[in-house]
């Protein structure tokens, strides 16, 4: 059903998706922003900013040129949250979605100013082509060693459900399906502060009993403001929320984990930032995650710590502090 494949977006996933659709038998064409670097991914294969050791099979026709693109049967979006719905209206106005039967969402943020989900975005740049997401604990240095991984398709159709999963299924890659789209997306974006908070807690040369307190109220956290929105329990404590949640929160490959351990070092934010192209989501999307919650009513107190240390000037060991030393609660509140 689904022969062909666009993946937009050139940062590690992106290539990585690129490589792994090709390597499912896809007629793939990728895209990315900046053509010095897509010129190198085609001369090479290789792209020595974002994934080194990933060679690009030969058969992904590689383009920095949005108007290049031919139509295709499935749109994977891998840009980051922050760039995604004008990365969706240029690829609406340049013809590459008009003959999409499903446009995939790999991307894991929420829209600060509207709360907005990334298939949302894209359905409103692109209406009329059912919207699904891939998601889970999913680092493109392992998928691009073929390192055996589990991820959840998400799409409210169950036909089309099926179809993206063939396309997202190989030896090493297993995926699931679910219904559940906003719960998926929620719990894909939330994980991310929780990642900065673990490499915060990891910075500050706390324990394993600190790891594991802020990972299980991190989850407490997500069901909490997930199912608020809309999201379904059994989703968090699937791949997409616990699974996503360890995967990043332990893990040497995280952009989010490694930005919260140089916190807790004592690095400034601007400085940690500004070392670097790749995206770390959640330091955006506490902000996002935060007001969210706030305008829902919903309690997250280590949200709200991690929100004033990213944003607000609080010093990392402070937040911590605040953190344990609040008022004794029972577990299940
Ligand atoms: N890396 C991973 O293992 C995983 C990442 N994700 C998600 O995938 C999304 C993309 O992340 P990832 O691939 O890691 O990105 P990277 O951090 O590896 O690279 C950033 C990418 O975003 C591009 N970019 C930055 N700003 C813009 C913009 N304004 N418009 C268009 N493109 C822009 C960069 O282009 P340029 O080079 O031109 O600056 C580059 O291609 C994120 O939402 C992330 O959470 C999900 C699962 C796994
Ligand atoms: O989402 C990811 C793995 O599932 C990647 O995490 P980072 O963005 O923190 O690197």
């Avoid at 993946?7 to 990728?30: E, K, M, N, P, Y």
């Avoid at 792209?47 to 108007?67: C, G, H, I, M, N």
């Avoid at 109220?217 to 699937?238: I, P």
């Avoid at 969210?292 to 240390?309: F, K, S, T």
Wanted: hydrophobic share 45%; proline share 4%.
């Amino acid at each position: 059903m689904i022969q062909s494949a666009t993946v937009i977006g050139a940062g590690s996933w992106g290539t990585a998706l690129a490589a792994l659709l090709s390597w499912r038998g896809l007629d793939v064409q990728f895209w990315g922003r900046d053509a010095e670097l897509m010129a190198q991914l085609r001369d090479t294969r290789r792209s020595s900013r974002y994934l080194p050791d990933l060679e690009l099979p030969k058969q992904v026709r590689v383009t920095s040129d949005l108007a290049a693109l031919q139509p295709a049967d499935m749109l994977v979006f891998v840009v980051p949250s922050k760039a995604m719905l004008g990365t969706a209206k240029l690829v609406a106005q340049c013809g590459a979605a008009s003959r999409a039967k499903v446009l995939v969402s790999c991307s894991k943020g929420i829209e600060l100013e509207t709360g907005r989900r990334m298939t949302e975005l894209i359905g409103s740049a692109i209406p009329g082509v059912p919207l699904a997401v891939l998601t889970g604990p999913n680092h493109a240095e392992e998928v691009a060693r073929q390192m055996a991984t589990a991820a959840v398709v998400a799409c409210a159709d169950a036909e089309m459900a099926k179809a993206v999963q063939a396309c997202f299924t190989l030896p090493f890659f297993r995926s699931y399906t679910t219904d559940d789209i906003v719960g998926a997306e929620w719990a894909g974006a939330m994980k991310n502060p929780y990642a900065i908070a673990a490499g915060i807690a990891q910075g500050l040369k706390m324990g394993d009993n600190t790891l594991a307190a802020l990972v299980t109220r991190a989850l407490a956290e997500m069901v909490r403001l997930g199912v608020a929105e809309g999201g379904k329990v059994e989703t968090f404590y699937g791949l997409s929320g616990v699974g996503d949640l360890m995967g990043t929160c332990y893990s040497e490959h995280s952009r989010n984990h490694r930005v919260g351990m140089m916190l807790g070092q004592g690095r400034p934010l601007d400085e940690i930032i500004s070392s670097t192209r790749m995206v770390a989501e959640g330091v955006l999307n506490t902000a996002s995650l935060h007001r969210a919650a706030q305008a829902r009513g919903v309690r997250m107190p280590l949200l709200d710590e991690i929100n004033a240390v990213l944003h607000q000037g609080k010093s990392p060991i402070e937040g911590m502090r605040a953190l344990f030393s609040r008022d004794p609660r029972p577990e299940a509140d």
